[in-house]
């Protein structure tokens, strides 16, 4: 990264936009929890959401707190957000990380797989699809969206390097 | 015993026994704290002593007078306040350094045990239990990845390809690979220290919480607050979620599933509040 370039760190429960190609919205260490990036290819406006919990419901005073807490409120106030600064729902890229889950056969810490779950109820309901994720499994990854670019750069904790989860040429159509 | 008393013995940088803490929590357990004893205990260390003060005259709790000296900074800041900070300052120096065995960078396995604790605490809390008890269990429990770091740096890639290949908890394959795990060498390691038998128990069972027999309220409530700190992406290393889920934590306690949501929500909101504390202390 040039030092031309900036990096917005979105913190557990909290989202940032933006529509400035020499940013790159970055967020660590998801967990359980979903990072959700959007992106416009041709305003080049973008934003990236780090929600903790599926619903609302659990808390709807905190929801109306820190909307960027549960899937429901967070994905809505991120897609306000974008559209706010130009963005446009038919061009968006939706790519998704996190959900890790523990090895459960109780069923009962599966806490990743509601977050997933939710949001794709969620998008399902708004006739929005997922372009790229990489969801699930034992790993705690951490996430990051090049607005210049769209792409969607993935770290897994414990592993060195970063791995591609969305690149440039499938966002530039 | 002798096996996990050879892998300590091992382990050439061992951080110092935290003396205070374990003092210090029978001194607060018991029903008429003795202030004297508390500051002479806390005095022993000029850098807990620095950060009581500094937190006693910091804005989040500063009074008119800045507080002059160290008696009158453990009153203002009530016992509680004081014990939390000790358990801090201790459990940073021991927890703060990377862990290359474990794919651990610096600073997140104390991340991790500050989740966990707070996790724990406002659990007990919720069952109207010793919380700083099970602050404490938490705070310390991955103690014994400091001791196993060091023998697991040399076969990080087996350990990796272990882990992957099997699909198995981090303490099995530990188990595998070495023949002991990180909880029980934690748990050792806390009893030479002269930790209270219930604070050890609780961190050698803190992935299997029915096996502290007496003390399975308070492994539960490690167990939970470990599981919640991973939840919240304070969980590092490579395969970080590799560990069981037991349903038996939550029938220990009493719990259903659906309380753990909120208990990552209490914890949210505390967190913030600890990471202050620790900043204007620090």
């Known amino acids: 990264m040039s030092s031309l370039e900036q990096k917005i760190i979105v913190g557990i429960a909290d989202m940032a936009v933006s529509k400035n190609p020499t940013v790159t919205l970055a967020t660590y260490s998801l967990g359980s929890c979903l990072g959700v990036a959007i992106y416009d290819p041709i305003t080049k406006a973008g934003g990236l959401l780090h929600v903790m919990l599926p619903d609302s419901n659990i808390d709807a005073a905190k929801a109306a707190e820190r909307p960027s807490m549960f899937v429901d409120t967070g994905v809505a106030a991120l897609f306000r957000a974008v559209y706010q600064l130009g963005a446009e ?14 090895l459960d056969g109780s069923g009962l810490f599966n806490l990743g797989p509601r977050n997933h779950e939710a949001l794709n109820r969620l998008l399902a309901e708004h006739d929005l699809c997922i372009y790229a994720e990489q ?3 034992l790993a705690n990854r951490s996430m990051r969206l090049s607005l210049a670019t769209g792409e969607v750069r993935l770290k897994v ?6 791995t591609l989860l969305l690149c440039k040429n499938s966002t530039s159509t | ?48 002593t620095a950060a009581v003060l500094r937190l006693c005259n910091s804005a989040v709790f500063a009074g008119a007078e800045p507080a002059s000296g160290l008696q009158e900074a453990v009153t203002r800041l009530g016992f509680r306040q004081v014990y939390q900070l000790v358990a801090a300052v201790s459990g940073s120096r021991m927890l703060g350094a990377a862990q290359k065995g474990y794919g651990i960078n610096g600073g997140e396995l104390w991340q991790h045990s500050v989740t966990a604790a707070v996790a724990a605490q406002i659990i007990a809390q919720s069952n109207s239990e010793d919380e700083s008890l099970a602050f404490t269990a938490a705070l310390l429990h991955d103690l014994g990845k400091i001791v196993l770091a060091g023998a697991l740096e040399h076969i990080y890639e087996e350990l990796v390809q272990n882990s992957q290949s099997q699909q198995s908890a981090l303490i099995e394959t530990e188990k595998r690979l070495l023949g002991v795990q990180h909880a029980e060498i934690g748990g050792r390691l806390l009893a030479r220290w002269k930790f209270p038998e219930n604070i050890v128990s609780a961190v050698t069972f803190h992935h299997d919480p029915t096996g502290a027999s007496s003390h399975q309220r308070l492994a539960a409530y490690v167990y939970l607050g470990n599981m919640i700190a991973y939840f919240m992406g304070h969980g590092y290393g490579h395969q970080a979620f590799a560990l069981r889920g037991r349903a038996e934590a939550l029938e220990i306690l009493n719990l259903k599933p659906d309380a753990l949501p909120n208990f990552m929500i209490q914890t949210f909101d505390k967190l913030q509040m600890v990471e202050m504390m620790v900043k204007v202390s620090a």
Not at chain 2, 7 to 27: M, T, W
């Open chain 1, 89 to 102: 729902k038919q061009r968006l890229i939706i790519s998704v990380a996190g959900g890790a889950q523990i």
């Open chain 1, 135 to 137: 969801v699930g499994g």
């Open chain 1, 157 to 162: 904790s414990g592993q060195f390097g970063e």
């Open chain 2, 1 to 48: 015993m002798q096996e996990l008393d050879i892998y300590i013995d091992k382990v050439k940088s061992l951080p110092p026994a935290p003396r205070i803490l374990p003092e210090l929590l029978s001194l607060l357990r018991k029903e008429d704290v003795d202030a004297d004893r508390v500051v002479n205990l806390i005095a022993f260390d000029p850098a807990i």
